[in-house]
């Protein structure tokens, strides 16, 4: 496979969005706490950022940990939210050498107030950066961001802002996470569990899905690559007839 082939602007998604799974298991195989697990996923998480970089992509949306994820045990938790701390202020300096801007999307209010200020710095650091927008979605179910929406277009209404009859998909599209970013074009879910699990379902409606047995601690560019070029091979129709 050549990443020559992959490459086809006209065809190369600009907005890939991952589910990560596969930590606890792969830490497993090895006999290992869960934790080393989620330490070796960060590595996986650093090579697929260089890698939109280097192929040009624009957007990555990383689903880092959904609203479900509070069911696991309290000291994994802990672990993970200090991770998240750890990246965002060790790698704040490499965000701004390579143009990277940071998003956090979810539920923010319930996070320690350390991580809060940690992704507030992160944000505001990488906020004019434009090569590549990473959305780390922490706290985020999808079910939660469409009834985020909901609350906040029936309070334009209320308001007069807005009429009842100015509610279309595009308007409400406006007041759900990534409204400001390009569509979904690729969703991967590594780790081989054929569900979706909360993850954007607004904004994946006509995403194209990629899934994958390999564990996320395993998948690397050749992964990657090998998930752009099935997606390159594929003709997304939007419900029409004719082939985009």
Same mark, same amino acid.
């Given at each position: =496979?050549?990443?020559? /082939?992959?490459?086809?602007?006209?065809?190369?998604?600009?907005?890939?969005?991952?589910? =990560?799974?596969?930590?606890?298991?792969?830490?497993?195989?090895?006999?290992? %706490?869960?934790?080393? !697990?989620? %330490?070796?996923?960060?590595? *996986?998480?650093?090579? &697929? &950022?260089?890698?939109?970089?280097?192929?040009?992509?624009? *957007?990555?949306?990383?689903?880092?940990?959904?609203?479900?994820?509070?069911?696991?045990?309290?000291?994994?938790?802990?672990?993970? =939210?200090?991770?998240?701390?750890?990246?965002?202020?060790?790698?704040?300096?490499?965000?701004?050498?390579?143009?990277?801007?940071?998003? *956090? &999307?979810?539920? %923010?209010?319930?996070? @320690?107030? @350390?991580?809060?200020?940690?992704?507030?710095?992160?944000?505001?650091?990488?906020? $004019?950066?434009?090569?590549?927008?990473?959305?780390?979605?922490? /706290?985020? !179910?999808?079910?939660? @961001?469409?009834?985020?929406?909901?609350? /906040?277009?029936?309070?334009? *209404?209320? %308001?007069?802002?807005?009429?009842?009859?100015?509610?279309?998909?595009?308007?409400?599209?406006?007041?759900?996470?990534?409204?400001?970013?390009?569509?979904?074009?690729?969703?991967?879910?590594?780790?081989?569990?054929?569900?979706?699990?909360? #993850?954007?379902?607004?904004? &994946?409606?006509?995403?194209?899905?990629?899934?994958?047995?390999?564990?996320?601690?395993? #998948?690397?560019?050749?992964? #990657?690559? $090998?998930?752009?070029?099935?997606?390159?091979?594929?003709?997304?129709?939007?419900? !029409?007839?004719?082939?985009?």
């Amino acid at each position: =496979m050549q990443a020559i /082939n992959i490459l086809n602007k006209k065809k190369c998604p600009q907005h890939i969005a991952i589910i =990560m799974d596969g930590n606890r298991r792969w830490a497993q195989k090895q006999g290992k %706490k869960g934790i080393i !697990g989620h %330490k070796a996923g960060v590595n *996986v998480v650093k090579t &697929i &950022i260089h890698s939109c970089i280097k192929y040009k992509l624009k *957007v990555l949306t990383l689903y880092a940990f959904s609203s479900e994820n509070w069911k696991r045990s309290p000291s994994e938790i802990i672990f993970i =939210m200090k991770l998240f701390k750890y990246i965002l202020n060790n790698e704040i300096n490499n965000f701004i050498k390579y143009r990277i801007k940071i998003n *956090v &999307i979810g539920d %923010k209010t319930v996070l @320690d107030t @350390d991580l809060q200020k940690s992704i507030i710095r992160a944000e505001k650091l990488t906020k $004019h950066n434009h090569v590549l927008i990473v959305n780390l979605a922490i /706290n985020y !179910g999808g079910k939660s @961001d469409i009834i985020y929406g909901i609350k /906040n277009i029936i309070k334009q *209404v209320y %308001k007069k802002k807005i009429t009842i009859q100015d509610i279309t998909e595009k308007t409400f599209t406006k007041y759900l996470a990534l409204h400001d970013v390009p569509p979904i074009d690729l969703v991967i879910r590594t780790g081989g569990n054929i569900r979706i699990s909360n #993850f954007f379902i607004w904004q &994946i409606a006509y995403a194209e899905l990629y899934f994958t047995n390999i564990l996320w601690p395993d #998948f690397n560019e050749k992964c #990657f690559l $090998h998930a752009l070029e099935n997606y390159c091979q594929r003709q997304r129709r939007f419900g !029409g007839n004719v082939a985009i």
